[in-house]
């Protein structure tokens, strides 16, 4: 089974998502792509 | 059954989470994200069955968040969320800015009387400490604090199976009220 990792780093702090489950990444990539483009808006 | 995992690193510092349930993992990334963006973000979850930290209260140790420095976490067990929904106790970060913490060590005994009057748990190590107090701080307790708290009577301390395990004590509960209670 796949594994999707996504990683965002900001100055030292540095997250990073993992899971199987794609559409959970889906989702949270969307919803955190939104929020961040928000921001810039 | 899916696995999801979110890794904190800062420095030689890292935390890492691992959950069978989503919801739980997407609560957790919603916080870092909050902190990065630098305000709060609205997401409307469903309550996940049952009370993650009230089931963590259950256990000597924290079963779902391991903590480490310079190296990988040495077991991860995977844990099921089971409960009600984490609204009805506060989280870490939410208890702090709710209390009057002036610098680290404020926020270390917030956090120490989290531990024992929030989750009920009758001890803390230092690893149970920080796999919360990072995450809600961006910041580590360190041996130096502890024995602050210790010298100024606020913590006690034995050694258990190879571990050392601090509560705070009458004198720190006495302080938390006085001087640093919201």
């Known amino acids: ?41 | 059954m899916s696995i999801y995992r979110l890794r904190v690193k800062c420095n030689n510092a890292q935390v890492e989470v691992v959950a069978k349930n989503g919801t739980i993992l997407a609560r957790e990334m919603d916080r870092y994200l909050e902190s990065f963006l630098g305000r709060k973000i609205s997401t409307q979850y469903e309550p996940v069955q049952q009370n993650y930290y009230q089931q963590q209260t259950q256990h000597s140790e924290p079963r779902m968040e391991e903590f480490s420095l310079n190296q990988q976490p040495q077991h991860q067990e995977y844990h099921q969320a089971q409960g009600n929904t984490c609204s009805q106790i506060p989280a870490l970060n939410e208890f702090i800015a709710s209390n009057k913490s002036y610098d680290a060590f404020s926020e270390f005994i917030i956090s120490a009387y989290y531990m024992k009057k929030v989750l009920n748990q009758e001890f803390f190590t230092l690893k149970m400490l920080n796999s919360k107090f990072y995450p809600a701080t961006g910041s580590l307790v360190d041996l130096s604090m502890v024995e602050d708290a210790k010298n100024r009577g606020f913590l006690s301390s034995w050694e258990d199976e190879g571990a050392t395990k601090y509560t705070l004590n009458d004198e720190g509960e006495t302080y938390f009220i006085n001087r640093l209670r919201g």
């Open chain 1, 1 to 41: 089974m796949a594994e999707y990792v996504f990683k965002m780093k900001k100055g030292e702090v540095e997250i990073e998502l993992s899971s199987d489950d794609a559409e959970f990444v889906e989702q949270q990539l969307a919803k955190w792509r939104e929020e961040i483009l928000k921001k810039q808006g």
